[in-house]
């Protein structure tokens, strides 16, 4: 065996061929390329494809936005945020550490944190002990527990925004911009 060994070394025209392999691998090498390119760009998309269901996408502390937040997941928020937040089939979080000066919108509302707005949701609203809210809450169920701070009127809907057209449902998000821009303004 060590004898075929070295006689390998000796026969370099088996070398010579392997150049001519050595095309056929770069020709190859493209379509690899391009494997990985495929790859890459699955990549890319992977996060929205593995995502489970129940994940929640997060604001941190330290981030400050002003505007409108709409999506189709479940948020949790603990920066500041002024403007409108519609998640209209999501949960919405609002952190302990959160200053939300916004009107909600969303399947279910749990605030542990400041907000100064509207509030709406299809499901239920819950503010916690340490929460603090000042604005109307719309809702088919809610809950205040012990400690709360809540300042407004609170509706209860029966329907849900199950029942709502598309319009109504987009003059209700117009009215809760106009009353956050008034807000704004006043001061």
Same mark, same amino acid.
């Given at each position: 065996?060590?004898?075929?060994?070295?006689?390998?070394?000796?026969?370099?025209?088996?070398?010579?061929?392997?150049?001519?392999?050595?095309?056929?691998?770069?020709?190859?090498?493209?379509?690899?390329?391009?494997?990985?390119?495929?790859?890459?760009?699955?990549?890319?998309?992977?996060?929205?494809?593995?995502?489970?269901?129940?994940?929640?996408?997060?604001?941190?502390?330290?981030? @400050?936005?002003?505007?409108e937040i709409s999506g189709n997941e479940d948020l949790h928020v603990d920066g500041s945020?002024?403007?409108?937040?519609?998640?209209?089939?999501?949960?919405?979080?609002?952190?302990?550490?959160?200053?939300?000066?916004?009107?909600?919108?969303?399947?279910?509302?749990?605030?542990?944190?400041?907000?100064?707005?509207?509030?709406?949701?299809?499901?239920?609203?819950?503010?916690?002990k340490d929460g603090s809210v000042i604005g109307d809450l719309t809702t088919a169920r809610?809950?205040?527990?012990?400690?709360?701070?809540?300042?407004?009127?609170?509706?209860?809907?029966?329907?849900?925004?199950?029942?709502?057209?598309? @319009?109504?449902?987009a003059a209700y998000v117009k009215a809760a911009t106009a009353t956050v821009q008034t807000?704004?303004?006043?001061?």
């Open positions: 065996m060590w004898g075929n060994k070295k006689a390998e070394p000796d026969s370099p025209p088996a070398a010579v061929p392997a150049p001519s392999k050595a095309p056929e691998t770069n020709s190859t090498k493209p379509i690899s390329a391009t494997v990985e390119d495929n790859v890459m760009s699955t990549d890319a998309v992977r996060p929205m494809a593995t995502t489970p269901a129940g994940s929640t996408a997060r604001l941190g502390a330290s981030l @400050h936005i002003k505007g945020v002024e403007g409108l937040i519609q998640l209209d089939d999501r949960k919405l979080t609002v952190g302990a550490s959160a200053k939300v000066t916004a009107d909600l919108v969303a399947r279910e509302v749990v605030v542990y944190g400041s907000v100064k707005g509207n509030l709406r949701a299809r499901d239920r609203i819950e503010i916690k809610i809950m205040i527990e012990d400690g709360a701070y809540f300042k407004g009127s609170i509706e209860i809907d029966r329907k849900g925004a199950e029942n709502v057209s598309g @319009h109504e449902k807000a704004k303004t006043s001061s």
